[in-house]
């Protein structure tokens, strides 16, 4: 089947199976290798990545899905201008250790820091990364992260104004 979409912004064109995961496309396709696999069954949130601007489990998006939608990762992310104070909130939090989960983790931090309301409470933040699951660093850690990220209300609306292009 011949698919065509938009990832990071470039156009691509693969003839691919139409039950293809995204994760693999993305990373054996594509070559994206951030988006990291985990579970494979959606559980885990480390493959996530933004479809038409909403976060998804990419394990569970099969290619039939892709035709004329934008795609972003965690590669994608780094080029917004956004991205690097997410990067410093994470790491300033202690938030980062092995890695497999921080790319979903981010992908999922931008999706929650543009659907929540703009005084959030820890507990409301838990609740909406709750498909994030980190063996590593434990989940205090990303929520401190989380919570600067809220107090900066620039950040929110440039990352709202991206993700309306997204979608």
Same mark, same amino acid.
């Given at each position: 089947m011949l698919i065509e979409f938009t990832v990071n912004g470039q156009n691509v064109r693969l003839n691919l199976p139409p039950t293809r995961r995204l994760l *693999?496309?993305?990373? *054996? *396709?594509l070559g !994206?290798?951030? &988006?990291?696999?985990?579970c494979g069954r959606g559980e885990c949130g480390s493959c996530t990545v933004l479809l038409n601007g909403a976060r998804v489990n990419?394990? !569970?998006?099969p290619a039939l899905q892709l035709p004329g939608s934008?795609?972003? &990762?965690?590669?994608g992310l780094r080029e917004w201008p956004v991205f690097e104070r997410i990067a410093e909130a994470f790491i300033e939090n202690g938030s980062v250790q092995c890695g497999l989960c921080i790319p979903g983790y981010v992908m999922s931090t931008v999706a929650v820091l543009d659907e929540t309301a703009e005084q959030a409470t820890s507990?409301?933040?838990?609740?909406? !990364?709750?498909?994030?699951?980190? +063996?590593? &660093?434990?989940? *205090?850690k990303v929520l401190r992260a989380v919570e600067d990220l809220f107090e900066e209300p620039e950040l929110?609306? +440039?990352? &709202?104004?991206i993700l309306e292009r997204e979608r």
């Open positions: *693999d496309v993305l990373r *054996d *396709d !994206l290798i951030g &988006t990291k696999e985990g990419s394990c !569970l998006v934008r795609v972003t &990762t965690i590669e507990e409301e933040i838990r609740r909406a !990364l709750a498909g994030n699951l980190c +063996r590593c &660093t434990g989940y *205090d929110r609306r +440039r990352i &709202t104004e």
